[in-house]
T-cell receptor, first 114, second 107 residues
Framework: KAGVTQTPRYLIKTRGQQVTLSCSPI?????VSWYQQTPGQGLQFLFE???????NKGNFPGRFSGRQFSNSRSEMNVSTLELGDSALYLC?????????????FGNGTRLTVT | AQRVTQPEKLLSVFKGAPVELKCNYS??????LFWYVQYSRQRLQLLLR??SRESIKGFTADLNKGETSFHLKKPFAQEEDSAMYYC?????????FGTGTRLQVFP
């Protein structure tokens, strides 16, 4: 089985721009979660989708949004980028509820905001 | 508040020495706890979960509700255990991660 695929691997944007990150989960997985990883804050939960519905959301501003499509692929969007948004964004998929089945992580998209 | 604390940023041991990576949590409900590991240039992956009560790669972790701890232990460290280890707590539909502990095992 192919693993979780995130595209692109690297992105460089300037302040004020917006960005869209993509995640393809493992085939058959219906839950997709997004995490932001930074040296200072570590891994922080952004949101989780299951069957196209957002089930849970972390403490991030409304500039961070996401969606999930009928094929379980997910996108994450960040608008009006700030320098502090520079981070590694990780996507993870799971077969069932997060607390019941392991998360399978992608390699991440490294976003640099200048 | 829901929180996971890993007090050590770095733990260095020699091969064959025992290892204990500490994890404490704060959660009012019945916790689901996990250890995730990231080896160099690899993806973050599940190492073990408390509900399975299993040993993976020689590692075990016991949930102590009285001390709100879920420490990861291995009696004899190997060089290939060198990695970043994250303890995680799962309330509904998300994981709350600790800041991680880097384990360095010297030959």
């Amino acid at each position: 089985k192919a693993g979780v695929t995130q595209t692109p691997r690297y992105l460089i944007k300037t302040r004020g721009q917006q960005v869209t990150l993509s995640c393809s989960p493992i085939s058959g997985h219906r839950s997709v979660s997004w995490y932001q990883q930074t040296p200072g804050q570590g891994l922080q939960f952004l949101f989780e989708y299951f069957s196209e519905t957002q089930r849970n959301k972390g403490n991030f501003p409304g500039r961070f949004s996401g969606r999930q499509f009928s094929n379980s692929r997910s996108e994450m969007n960040v608008s009006t980028l700030e320098l502090g948004d520079s981070a590694l964004y990780l996507c993870a998929s799971s077969a069932d509820r997060v607390e019941n089945s392991p998360l399978h992580f992608g390699n991440g998209t490294r976003l640099t905001v200048t | 508040a829901q929180r996971v604390t890993q007090p050590e940023k770095l733990l260095s041991v020699f091969k064959g020495a025992p290892v204990e990576l500490k994890c404490n949590y704060s959660y009012s409900g019945s916790p689901e706890l996990f250890w995730y590991v990231q080896y160099s240039r690899q993806r973050l992956q599940l190492l073990l979960r408390h509900i399975s009560r299993e040993s993976i790669k020689g590692f075990t972790a016991d949930l102590n509700k009285g001390e709100t701890s879920f420490h990861l232990k291995k009696p004899f460290a190997q060089e290939e255990d060198s990695a970043m280890y994250y303890c995680a707590l799962s309330p509904t539909d998300k994981l709350i991660f600790g800041t991680g502990t880097r384990l360095q095992v010297f030959p």
